[in-house]
T-cell receptor
C-alpha cells in the first residue's frame, strides 16, 4: 500500500514567522511531488510542484525534495493569517498504469495567529 | 473563467436514490480524474480518463459507481442506490497531456445522503 504521511497538526505559528510543513512517502518510484492548499469547505489549490532533488522557490513558498530520504517539505516565509488552511502533500503513483494519479496525505492544518 | 467546473455544487439525496455529477475540465486538458474526499482526509483516487477512454478505476470503487467521458470532453460520475457512506466531496481534476503531472481541481460536488 503506497502511502503519504503528514502530521495532521494543527501547526500554529505567529504572523511573520516561517511555517515548516513536512511529508514522507513510501513509493521510491514516485517522480512528481505537489503541495496543495485547501481552505475549509473549498477544493484543493495547487501551490507548488517539484520534480528533482533540492529546493524550488516561488514567492514566499519553498518546496524541498530529498528522494533518498523520501521526504518533501514546504516552507512558508512571512506567514500571514490568510495562509491559515490545510496543506496537502501529493505524490504521483507511477505504478503499472502510469496514469499520473495522485496519492494524498491527510493534510496538515496551519494556523497563523495575528 | 477557464478553470475546471463541476455541477451541482451541492446535492442532498435520500438513501437508495441515484445521483449524477458533471465535470467540465480545462478545455485543452485531455486527462481527467475523479477523487473523493471525506472530512479530515486527503482526496482519494476514484477513476481516470485519457480523452474518452477510462483507463483506470480504483479497486475501492464499487459497482454502484460509473463514470463516462463521451467525446473526451465533459465527464459524468453516477452513483446508483446511494448509501450514507457515499456522503463526501467529489472532486474532479484535469491536466494536459504532457510529461508534467500537475492537476487542477474543480470546486467539487458535496454529496449528503440522508
Amino acid at each position: 500500500q503506497k502511502e503519504v504521511e503528514q502530521n495532521s497538526g494543527p501547526l500554529s505559528v505567529p504572523e511573520g514567522a516561517i511555517a515548516s510543513l513536512n511529508c514522507t512517502y513510501s513509493d521510491r518510484v514516485s517522480q512528481s511531488f505537489f503541495w496543495y492548499r485547501q481552505y475549509s469547505g473549498k477544493s484543493p489549490e495547487l501551490i507548488m510542484s517539484i520534480y528533482s532533488n533540492g529546493d524550488k522557490e516561488d514567492g514566499r513558498f519553498t518546496a524541498q525534495l530529498n528522494k533518498a530520504s523520501q521526504y518533501v517539505s514546504l516552507l512558508i516565509r512571512d506567514s500571514q493569517p490568510s495562509d491559515s488552511a490545510t496543506y496537502l502533500c501529493a505524490v504521483t503513483d507511477h505504478g503499472s498504469s502510469n496514469t499520473g494519479k495522485l496519492i494524498f496525505g491527510q493534510g496538515t492544518t496551519l494556523q497563523v495567529k495575528p | 473563467d477557464t478553470g475546471v467546473s463541476q455541477n451541482p455544487r451541492h446535492k442532498i439525496t435520500k438513501r437508495g436514490q441515484n445521483v449524477t455529477f458533471r465535470c467540465d475540465p480545462i478545455s485543452e486538458h485531455n486527462r481527467l480524474y475523479w477523487y473523493r474526499q471525506t472530512l479530515g482526509q486527503g482526496p482519494e483516487f476514484l477513476t481516470y480518463f485519457q480523452n474518452e477512454a477510462q483507463l483506470e478505476k480504483s479497486r475501492l470503487l464499487s459497482d454502484r459507481f460509473s463514470a463516462e467521458r463521451p467525446k473526451g470532453s465533459f465527464s459524468t460520475l453516477e452513483i446508483q442506490r446511494t448509501e450514507q457512506g457515499d456522503s463526501a466531496m467529489y472532486l474532479c481534476a484535469s491536466r494536459p497531456g504532457s510529461s508534467l503531472y500537475e492537476q487542477y481541481f474543480g470546486p467539487g460536488t458535496r454529496l449528503t445522503v440522508t
